[in-house]
């Protein structure tokens, strides 16, 4: 099983347009700090970021932030994070992040959402490393991303596998909990400069 000490939480810098996306922001972070998980960030106090680093601030959890210097002010640095990191491009955040957890998990969000969703199944893909990743389906949000895998494979771009390589689940609890039985990654963390 995996030592989860830490998870990286994709998601929106918005709320959405329907309160269920903000409420299981709000689950996550309350269940990643209930079981002493630091949660992972794009270090935003806005949108699903901000109520998923609240909610797991409230319930004593440890919040770690990366953000870029250039959206300091986009996305409004969360000035209450357990440790804000701050970066100097999109790339070297996400190489943060992803040193970082031992373990991502994507909740609805935009295209920055969906980018780095994509890219870390990519990285396992590839081989650059086999920490465990759960996409958070809530309401069918990730519905079209599951079809365009089964139409990737049908097209013959990608083996039957693809599905393998990430867990679709349909709560924030089932995501963690997915997470947790997952076996412990083997192989080393990606090289740096990889990602």
């Not at 990643?32 to 609240?54: K, N, P, Q, S, Y």
């Not at 995501?175 to 090289?191: E, K, N």
Request: aromatic share 6%; hydrophobic share 45%; net charge negative.
């Amino acid at each position: 099983m995996t030592q989860l000490r830490s998870v990286c939480v994709y998601c929106g810098a918005s709320v959405g347009n329907h309160p269920r996306y903000a409420e299981s922001a709000r689950r996550l972070g309350r269940a990643l700090a209930e079981r002493g998980i630091a949660l992972v960030f794009g270090g935003g106090r806005v949108g699903l970021m901000g109520a998923a680093a609240d909610a797991a601030l409230a319930a004593g959890g440890r919040v770690i932030g990366v953000i870029p210097t250039s959206l300091r002010t986009v996305e409004l640095a969360h000035q209450g994070c357990t440790e804000l990191v701050v970066t100097e491009s999109m790339h070297e955040r996400k190489q943060r992040m992803f040193e970082i957890a031992d373990g991502f998990i994507a909740l609805p969000g935009g295209i920055g959402t969906l980018e780095e969703t994509i890219e870390v199944i990519t990285w396992r893909q590839l081989r650059f490393h086999d920490k465990p990743i759960v996409v958070v389906d809530d309401g069918g949000y990730w519905q079209p991303l599951r079809a365009l895998f089964a139409a990737t494979v049908a097209a013959g771009f990608a083996h039957d596998n693809l599905d393998r390589l990430c867990q679709f689940v349909e709560t924030v609890e089932a995501g963690v909990d997915a997470l947790a039985a997952s076996p412990a990654p083997i192989r080393p963390s990606a090289p740096s400069g990889v990602l």
